[in-house]
């Protein structure tokens, strides 16, 4: 785990940029909940809207450009929660500015190229580089490896569930959002490629929390194929892989109700192992994780932090002290080569059904 040796001198200011439900419900709240770690100092959106409020309620400085909050000497760290396509260009503008560390939420790009110049260009300037996916960091899937692991890595079958509720509701009942988007409209999924659309930005943009620990059970990751994909309404997809002799089940959907099962599941000849995570938005610590054997169930305990926490600690601790990566970007670079290959094939798959 992370080193808790912290000094009152190696507090360090963060600049945002984006200021949407992501900043304003998560990172926000985190970053307070971590003052003997961080300042937040500095705001910016390429959307102004609610940003300047968004500040203001927090003193953090605001501004309309990247460039101001890169040229801003009090920013140490940057956050990138902009919209997805432009995290590649707003990380190598940091990088470029010299930044010392990088935030960026998932995924890290759109586009396997433009993630390769990002890792890259990070290994080059020594910048410390962490992709917000917390379900890697969570406590509970980090006590599941070490607990478990030969289970999680014999599994033949795998099963990952994020239904979930609309993120409007959740933001409502996890913090006070500005400029809150609606809900959308539902698309019509009897257009072939509006099917293929919203397999392939379901897989990226909510199976992508799941992806990195379906990853580490498969050794021989690449040679994944999507078997089958379909969208569910109203946003949502059901998908069936196979890598080797393991067989892979990804639900994912977004309803109008309060329940949710954010889940994956590995089962081998030997037993099972589950890992379970509350919703991201609520500071409700790990997740938990229950194990079955020919020796019964065991279940071990949760731990008070979130998987953001333990991030947002873990990140402060490479910047300051250099302490090795729980994830590096390397890996992370993998998790999303691997997202993009099931979003391809699952994006072709959904359209061979209505072709």
Known sequence: MYDQGVAVHDVLGVGIIGAGPVTQALHIPMLARLPE???????????????????????ARYSDTVDALLA?????????????????????????????????EKPLATTLEDAVAVVEMAEQTGTVLIVG??????PAWTRAN?????????????RASAILPPNPLVERWCGEVLARAGFPSPPDLSIPPVRAGVV?????????????????????WRAIEVLSAQPLPP?????????????IQMLANM??????????????RRGSVTVASPLSYAPAGSGTVTARTDQGEIRLPASHETGYEVEWRHLHAMATRGSAPMHSARESLDDLEFAIRIAAGAAAK???ILA
């Open 200 to 220: 392939q930005a379901v897989t990226l943009n909510l199976a992508i929390h799941s992806i990195p620990l379906i990853r580490a059970a498969l050794p021989n």
């Open 37 to 59: 770690l961080y300042q937040f100092v500095h705001l910016t959106a390429p959307s102004p809207r609610a940003a300047p409020d968004v500040a203001n309620r927090v003193g």
């Open 235 to 247: 946003f949502g997809h059901h998908q069936f892989l196979a890598c080797g002799d393991a067989r």
């Open 133 to 138: 996916t917390m379900h890697v960091f969570d």
């Open 255 to 268: 309803h109008t109700h309060r329940w949710w099962d954010w889940s994956v599941e590995f089962e081998s």
């Open 350 to 352: 959904a359209q061979e």
């Open 146 to 158: 070490e607990a478990f692991g030969d289970l999680i890595r014999d599994a033949s079958v795998i």
């Open 72 to 104: 801003d000497p009090a920013v140490d760290v940057v956050a990138i929660n902009s919209p997805s396509a432009l995290h590649a260009e707003h990380a190598l503008q940091a990088m470029r500015a010299g930044k010392r560390a990088l935030f960026i």
